[in-house]
């Protein structure tokens, strides 16, 4: 078959195991496989089969060209980091002796406050992004910090690097502990349209806004709905954070007296959509998981955070019961790790924890939290990409991990007779990013990094 000239070629093709998650499992393993990404970043096909001469016919490639992948190798999709301060990643690893509004108080405004400097905003903003695509994230949705300028240079970065992201401009105007850090009402609207406008101006074609509260207790009412508005009338994402500590749903009670509850507050407000993320949700009752489910809102799931500076345990059981979309997020700095697989790890300790507490608790397994490391299928994705991205269906970006479990002075052994199934286990509970041999994001290759990025600013 001859090829049109418009139509798209293929860029790669890759031989071997190919694992990710399907509407009907939640790990697929393909072996013995071909899967081609054609020159827009896009799955052109994926095909359990050793005929490479007919596929290069109908395709157009030479064989010649196919990445052949070996023993301890395989393909799986980019994980998706559904929160994350970019912010504050310069004290992650530190500063987690403190319950949430101490920990705010005393680490985050003052750091938070120094994004004003768009040179140290370019430090630790570069850093991040090549740390978290070198650890797999080929997705990250971010909170950034008051200043729009940094926040638009955070989008840039994240463009530049290859990384596909959703940016928050944090939006504040109560901080009674910290007033320095915080905007008024009116300087948060124009700062959110300022910022909407410009960062959809420049056409990344993979980073995008998300309007972004910090939490009820620092939102006015006012402030509230004026973003649920701005959201709602750009058809955009809305994160924020949720019923993570106790202290914090018990203030959310006190503000907002005539809300019965803190997902009321967001509801009341136009803040719950099928676009929205809230982080945490430690303490949701049925009743306020049933709204979610009704507003196909998600939650992420932030494991280390929630344990680190000791907010609680959030029931994923009971999330998935609800069906409610759920993610996971490294929630850097509160969480330490700016690792997914940390994320996943500390998913599966917390449900054990659970267990422990609770032997009628049904554990989580692997292979169900797998599936939430980079949001697919059966629900609508936490992140509602799940058209774009999640898996390795045809006609979707090519978002991908290459893996290789064996590498020379790696965290992982392995022994004979250990097939994929083994070998994914082994590299979800052990590996690292020394594993992570490259990171694609809609088919370009953004890891190992190209030698002109090596160089990363200055201090
Ligand atoms: O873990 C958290 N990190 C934050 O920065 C934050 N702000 C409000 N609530 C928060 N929780
Ligand atoms: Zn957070």
């Avoid at 005539?258 to 945490?280: E, F, G, I, Q």
């Avoid at 991990?401 to 979800?428: Q, S």
Wanted: glycine content about 6%; hydrophobic content about 35%.
């Amino acid at each position: 078959m001859n090829r049109n000239d418009t139509e798209p070629h293929i860029a790669h093709v890759f031989r071997g195991t190919f694992v990710h998650s399907t509407r009907q499992a939640p790990v697929e393993i393909l072996t013995n496989s071909l899967l081609g990404v054609d020159d827009e970043g896009k799955i052109a096909f994926i095909e359990k089969d050793q005929d490479a001469s007919r596929l290069s016919k109908i395709w157009g490639f030479e064989t010649s060209k196919i990445k052949q992948l070996e023993q301890y190798e395989f393909l799986m999709p980019g994980m998706v980091d559904t929160h994350i301060h970019a912010s504050q990643y310069s004290y992650s690893g530190t500063a987690l002796d403190l319950p949430l509004l101490e920990w705010l108080k005393t680490y985050t405004f003052p750091v938070e406050a120094k994004y004003k400097d768009l040179e140290f905003a370019r430090n630790i903003y570069t850093k991040v992004v090549r740390r978290t695509l070198k650890n797999g994230t080929t997705t990250a949705c971010y909170f950034a910090t008051i200043h729009t300028d940094a926040s638009l240079l955070l989008g840039e970065l994240a463009d530049k690097l290859g990384q596909r992201a959703l940016v928050g401009k944090v939006c504040m105007d109560c901080n009674p502990k910290v007033p320095q850090y915080k905007e008024s009402q009116d300087e948060c609207k124009k700062e959110t349209d300022r910022f909407i406008k410009e960062l959809l101006k420049k056409k990344y074609p993979n980073v995008k806004p998300v309007v972004t509260p910090r939490f009820a207790p620092s939102c006015s009412s006012a402030l509230l709905s004026q973003l649920g508005e701005i959201a709602n009338n750009n058809k955009l994402h809305i994160q924020s954070h949720i019923s993570e500590n106790k202290e914090e749903v018990d203030l959310v009670k006190k503000l907002f007296p005539d809300c019965k509850s803190y997902t009321d507050v967001y509801l009341k407000h136009n803040l719950l959509t099928d676009r929205t993320v809230m982080a945490h949700g430690c303490y949701l009752t049925d009743e306020e998981l049933e709204t979610f489910h009704e507003t196909g809102s998600a939650i992420s799931h932030c494991p280390n955070s929630n344990i680190s500076i000791c907010s609680g345990m959030l029931n994923v059981r009971n999330v998935l019961n609800h069906k409610v979309k759920l993610g996971l997020g490294t929630d850097v700095a509160g969480g330490y790790s700016p690792s997914m697989l940390d994320a996943m790890r500390r998913t599966l300790d917390t449900s054990k924890a659970l267990t422990i507490q609770d032997p009628q608790h049904q554990t989580l397994t692997f292979e169900e939290v797998f599936r939430a490391l980079h949001k697919c299928v059966p629900s609508p994705s936490a992140l509602s990409l799940d058209d774009q991205i999640g898996n390795f269906e045809v006609g979707k970006d090519f978002d991908a991990l290459h893996v290789n479990v064996c590498v020379p002075d790696g965290p992982v052994d392995v022994f004979p007779g250990e097939g994929p199934e083994v070998i994914l286990e082994k590299f979800l509970n052990l590996g690292d990013d020394r594993n992570i041999s490259a990171v694609y994001v809609a088919g370009r290759q953004v890891v190992p990094f190209p030698e002109t990025q090596l160089s990363v600013g200055t201090f």
